[in-house]
């Protein structure tokens, strides 16, 4: 198995730490005047998502995981698996729990192709696409004359996420958003 040491350590580096699968979010080598150099890194286990500080001493290694980034279609939910499809002409399909789900929960959309990390076969975080376009299907009327202080209010989409909108968008209207800040970005292009 490959291993990394503490000078190759970057951001968004996959290793395996404690028998688990995790990334690395910041990497910073610190050179004391007096004693060893050591690296200070921010790490965040994949299957737990939690997030936690450790200090390497310098020429130190860890383990590199074995887990893979795979573009996946989102098919259906039976009620227990979040079921995917593979997009590189296999159609292979994957069930996903509900703990690998995370944030992408409020963005499930048929069809929508998302980022899949499966360790060991199996996966363990799913990452929707930057932009997405969903159906609102819930928000108060907007009433004629209230667009001018440019005020928002909150609409209910398709996917059961809930995000700010502009006083003009009415239920029935397809809206692009940013799924990494749940914001409105514009009215979908027809």
Not at 77 to 91: I, Y
């Amino acid at each position: 198995m490959a291993t990394y040491s503490t000078s190759e350590f970057r951001s968004g580096m996959k290793v395996l730490l404690d028998g688990d699968p995790c990334t690395i979010i910041e990497n910073e080598f610190v050179k004391p005047g007096k004693g060893q150099a050591f690296a200070r890194v921010k790490l965040k286990n994949l299957k737990t998502n939690r997030s936690w500080e450790r200090t390497f001493k310098s020429g130190e290694s860890i383990e590199a995981a074995d887990v893979m980034d795979i573009d996946m279609e989102f098919l259906y939910s039976d009620g227990e698996f979040w079921h995917f499809m593979k997009t590189d002409g296999t159609f292979e399909q994957i069930g996903a729990e509900e703990s690998a789900l995370g944030d992408a929960r409020d963005w499930l959309k048929e069809q929508e192709v998302f980022s899949v990390c499966l360790f060991n076969g199996s996966p363990i975080a799913i990452t929707p696409p930057n932009h997405i376009e969903l159906e609102v299907v819930e928000t108060d009327p907007g009433v004629k004359g209230d667009t001018a202080t440019g005020g928002s209010k909150p609409a209910k989409l398709s996917s059961g996420a809930v995000v700010k909108v502009p006083l003009f968008i009415s239920e029935g209207e397809i809206i692009r958003v940013d799924t990494r800040k749940s914001e409105y970005l514009s009215r979908a292009k027809s």
